[in-house]
């Protein structure tokens, strides 16, 4: 720990729970209010007497977020957001069978202290506020569906009268307007930043990925550190496959482990459907899947991972896509696509 004491914070939406370490080494519960003044008498407490203190805290959202910002801001302050997952087996690792604020707190203290340290990515103001605006779209795209569908089947119902269906319409008519602003904003916040509007335009040349989805999945990968390796992206995302074997009468499918970021999954996914029709290269691999065995959600998963090594590459040569660097296709098919090309 490098004489930096481990201490665990539990944010709720009304406090912050903190177990730091005593004198004696055990573990001592300090409350604070989940608010500006509170986040500040935090700070005053953990830096008292100049120490330096190593906090964890869970993922868990925007309520923990503006404490973490000012923390990971903090001289003599380090700052590791874990993923809750992590944290929980852990806790069942030392056994801990009950669960409350207080002993949250203490759990993320012992993880802070045991495992190995990986400090939070700070974002800068402009990323932060991209990540909000397009998590905003992604609810509005969703209520927005839902408005659809139901005003499907209140117009092919005669038994709806005609002032719900009107209402549908309007709310309807207002979600699309709210989120073309969004839209609006979402690329202001890209053009601000010479990185992001590169690296916004890099997706944009895979067929299939639209505005609204370049801007889903480069606020998710906005917020990651530089040193990542793709590996870790994956990992990231939860596209990882998790296998399941013992001796030799335990072997379950092998499955992704969803041990990551659901958005940018969601998202890869949806933008794997439309790829795996669309985009050559792609449809090929999806098809080679096919052909070897694979179940088609199988095979989808595959090409959204595989989108993902694509968007990796990008990022990193700062090129556009190259399909071929994807998948080699087919001699039957790379013939008739070069001859349409030129």
């Not at 800068?124 to 089947?153: S, V």
């Not at 335009?201 to 990968?221: D, F, H, K, Y």
């Not at 040193?227 to 499955?255: H, I, M």
Request: charged fraction near 25%; charge should be positive.
């Amino acid at each position: 720990m490098d004489k930096m004491a481990a201490c665990g914070m539990e944010v709720s939406a009304q406090e912050l729970v903190i177990a730091s370490s005593g004198k004696k080494g055990e573990a001592v519960l300090l409350r604070f209010a989940n608010t500006a003044a509170g986040h500040g008498q935090l700070l005053r407490t953990l830096t008292r007497g100049g120490k330096r203190v190593r906090v964890c805290m869970e993922a868990t959202g925007v309520y923990g977020l503006d404490v973490a910002l000012l923390l990971s801001a903090q001289e003599g302050v380090e700052l590791m957001v874990a993923n809750p997952r992590a944290v929980r087996n852990f806790a069942r690792a030392m056994m801990q069978r009950s669960k409350n604020d207080q002993l949250d707190a203490v759990v993320l203290r012992e993880f802070a202290a045991r495992m190995p340290f990986q400090a939070w990515a700070r974002p800068t103001e402009n990323t932060l506020a991209l990540w909000a605006i397009a998590r905003r779209l992604k609810a509005l795209t969703k209520e927005g569906t839902a408005e659809k569908n139901r005003l499907h089947a209140a117009r092919v119902s005669q038994a709806i009268p005609a002032c719900v269906r009107r209402n549908i319409a309007r709310t309807l008519r207002f979600h699309q307007r709210e989120m073309q602003q969004l839209r609006g904003e979402a690329l202001r916040c890209i053009a601000a930043d010479a990185r992001l509007r590169r690296r916004y335009q890099q997706p944009r040349s895979v067929t299939g990925i639209g505005e609204i989805s370049a801007i889903q999945i480069l606020a998710e990968l906005a917020l990651l550190p530089e040193d990542l390796d793709v590996r870790q992206w994956v990992a990231f995302a939860g596209l990882d496959p998790r296998e399941y074997s013992s001796g030799t009468s335990v072997r379950k499918y092998t499955r992704i482990s969803k041990v990551g970021n659901r958005h940018l999954r969601q998202a890869l996914f949806m933008h794997a459907l439309v790829a795996s029709r669309r985009e050559p290269h792609l449809r090929a691999f999806y098809e080679h899947l096919l052909a070897s065995g694979k179940k088609k959600r199988q095979a989808l998963v595959a090409v959204a991972r595989k989108l993902l090594h694509a968007i990796y590459g990008m990022f990193r040569s700062d090129q556009p896509y190259d399909g071929a660097r994807v998948f080699q296709l087919p001699a039957s098919l790379a013939t008739p696509l070069a001859a349409h090309a030129t």
